[in-house]
């Protein structure tokens, strides 16, 4: 029998696509992709369910794609989380530390974290994430790890993500309904930074911005940590229905003629260049100028950048951020998106695309599929850290429990 122990599942669900993974890590510490189940997305709007059955339905379908291509059974999985309800705040912990002979170990750093989690919340809203930044110990800042050190006092300094309860508990319920278990809930921009950032991009200050379809999500991060997360209602859904509008055609078509010939760079189009697009009424297809349709998107992208830049720029952020900005996400495909959000942001772009895979990764080297990679890498790291990425390292293990703990991924996944 092969063993299944370090084998995981992701389940990403956008808005325009629901995509589950299979993977595990090989000997040389690649991500091997053992199955992916790409479905189309129903009953999700904006980044949040709308529509319990037809999510459910879409979650289903993904699911069964993922475990005939990688002959297994998915019970748990890590899931992606966003949509507009999601806020943040950083916050801190604190705790004295009773025997000043011991060192700091995980118990101390667990309650530190407690701590920080024990802030006053409405009770509408629940905790998802709650993510060191940095520690303090007896006043000396900027201690990335305390364990092992020697202090009376230890600080930790945290970003806290939550959420509308209501939003959890309708995701966790569709995701339950197609017979997985939410083994955790990761917000979607965060895991998309584990998939496509550098550390040093990190270090010295990176916006990552990952465009869907229904909803652009914001993190940044300064000094290697996160230190503001967001989520703004706008995406490439927008994009394509500005294409309705402005060139009276069907919502599929125009979705079709922005993959394939949308550019963000007007003047960077043969003014003679035109497309043929189906349209509605009694033409049948007509002929679009594509540099109209350029026009269009430009107009549209350029206020979705500049309401990313302003969002980091209410937040304190724009000055420090060296690395600049990191764009994934379906729209980031969009021709000409770099230059334009560089002239936007003013700072250096790039796209991140997830990289390093192995296995039956060929479809997921694109940005729009940094979440669902991001979302297994997440996994990975948790277990072999054992730390929960709620930000809590799980109190100091006994040996029966990190057995118990395998014993749960081995279950999680067995052949069928
Ligand atoms: N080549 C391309 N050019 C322009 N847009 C593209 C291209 N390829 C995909 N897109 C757009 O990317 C969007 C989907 O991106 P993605 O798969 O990241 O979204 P999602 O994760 O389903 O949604 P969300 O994260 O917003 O809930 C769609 O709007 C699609 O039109
Ligand atoms: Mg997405």
Known sequence: ????????????????????????????????????????????????????????????????????????????????????????????????????????????????LEAARS?????????????????????QEHV????????????VETHV??????????????????????????LAP???????LEREEKEQGVILVDIG???????????GAVYYTSVLPVGGYHLTHDLV??????????????????????????????????????????????????EILQARAEEMLEMVFLDVKRAGFDEMLAAGVVLTGGTANLQGIVPLAEQVMRMPVRVGVPSGLVGLSDVLVNPAYATSVGLLQWAMRETEANVNYYGRPSPAPAVGDWLKRLGGWV?????Q
């Open 144 to 155: 990335t790890d305390p364990t092992g050190m020697y202090g009376q006092r230890l600080d």
């Open 1 to 112: 029998m092969v063993s299944r122990a370090s084998t995981f599942a992701s389940v990403d669900i956008g808005s325009t696509k629901v995509c589950t993974l299979v993977g595990d890590m090989t000997p040389e510490r690649h991500i091997r992709i053992l199955g992916v189940g790409v479905s189309p997305a129903a009953g999700v709007s904006k980044g949040m369910i709308d529509n319990i059955q037809e999510a459910t339905e879409a979650i289903v379908n993904s699911v069964e794609k993922a475990e005939r291509s990688s002959g297994t059974h998915i019970v748990a999985a890590h899931v992606s989380i966003a949509g507009g309800h999601i806020s943040s705040m950083n916050n801190k912990g604190v705790i004295s530390v009773p025997n000043r002979n011991h060192p700091i170990d995980r118990n101390e750093i667990g309650r530190a």
């Open 119 to 139: 802030l006053s919340i409405p009770t509408n809203r629940d905790i998802i994430h709650v993510l060191p930044r940095y520690y303090m110990v007896d006043g």
């Open 161 to 186: 993500i939550t959420g509308a309860v209501t939003a959890i508990q309708n995701l966790t319920k569709c995701v339950e309904g197609a017979g997985v278990q939410a083994e955790e809930l990761v």
């Open 190 to 196: 965060l895991a998309s930074a584990e998939a496509v």
């Open 245 to 294: 509008a402005g060139l009276r055609v069907p919502f599929s078509a125009a979705e079709t003629s922005k993959e394939r010939y949308g550019h963000v760079v007007p003047s960077a189009i043969d003014i003679e260049h035109t497309v043929d697009i189906e349209s509605f009424g009694s033409q049948g297809q007509k002929s679009i100028p594509r540099r109209r349709m350029a």
């Open 213 to 223: 379809g229904g909803s652009t999500d914001i993190a940044v991060y300064v000094d």
């Open 411 to 415: 279950r999680a996944l067995l052949p």
